[in-house]
């Protein structure tokens, strides 16, 4: 995020640091987009809501990462939600600023292409895990997918948001995991007290 700090002279006055506090609704599924953000610091849960009124987590948002880009290009409807998951700060952009400072400015467009890049290679992953491997692997998935990020704890709905199952199959997963000592949990928090061993264990599903 370094070219914040020299965006192009027509653009500079024109960005605006915002404060969410936990739980902020930051971008609502299906409402016409007026903002790009780039998140500076905190996290961000991304979600989608069913019509039955189901809840599906798609990813967590780090310092660094940006949301409303497709929309921008597409003046499109977002397309999930974003939600503060704690107190967070971002840069927010108006869409015209963004294009024009896409058109103004390679090495910007190109930070655009690679989180963009970066969203679809995740997303045809996390399709092709969903679809071919079983509940197991999936939790396991999910929670090193958390840590590469850089979290230290995943909430234990929030895991089961993002799988889209069931409460009592991950109940079941969760329990033979804290016997094989590869998770531990503590008032609905699960924390990894050692990555290379849960990546050890997903290797038998390969």
């Known amino acids: 995020t370094d070219f914040l700090r020299e965006p192009p002279p027509a653009i500079r006055g024109r960005l605006r640091t915002v404060e969410f506090p936990s ?3 930051i971008l609502e599924q299906g409402a016409h987009p007026d903002y790009v953000y780039i ?3 905190g996290e961000a849960r991304v979600f989608s809501l ?3 009124g189901s809840c599906y987590l798609e990813h967590i948002y780090a310092a660094g990462e940006l949301f409303g880009e497709f929309e921008a290009l597409n003046e499109r409807p977002y397309l999930c939600s ?3 998951s704690g107190p967070c700060q971002a840069v927010r952009i108006e869409d015209a600023d963004f294009l024009a400072w896409m058109k103004a400015d390679s090495d910007f467009a190109l930070f655009i292409s690679r989180q963009m890049a970066d969203k679809l290679y ?3 992953l996390d399709a092709v895990v969903n679809i071919v491997y079983p509940l197991r692997y ?3 998935y999910f929670l ?3 840590a ?3 979290a230290q704890e995943v909430r234990k709905e929030d895991l089961i948001a993002g799988l889209g199952s069931n409460e009592r199959s991950v109940n079941r997963i969760l329990r033979d995991l804290i016997n094989g000592l590869l998770i531990e949990y503590d008032r609905g928090v699960i924390t990894i007290p050692d990555l290379d061993e849960l990546v050890r264990d997903m290797t038998r599903y390969e």
Request: positive net charge; aromatic residues 4%.
């Open 122 to 124: 995740r997303s045809s």
């Open 148 to 150: 590469q990020n850089g």
């Open 50 to 52: 069913t019509l039955n």
């Open 39 to 41: 998140l500076t610091s």
């Open 138 to 140: 999936r939790v396991l």
């Open 23 to 25: 739980g902020a609704i």
């Open 144 to 146: 090193w997918n958390v």
């Open 82 to 84: 974003i939600q503060a």
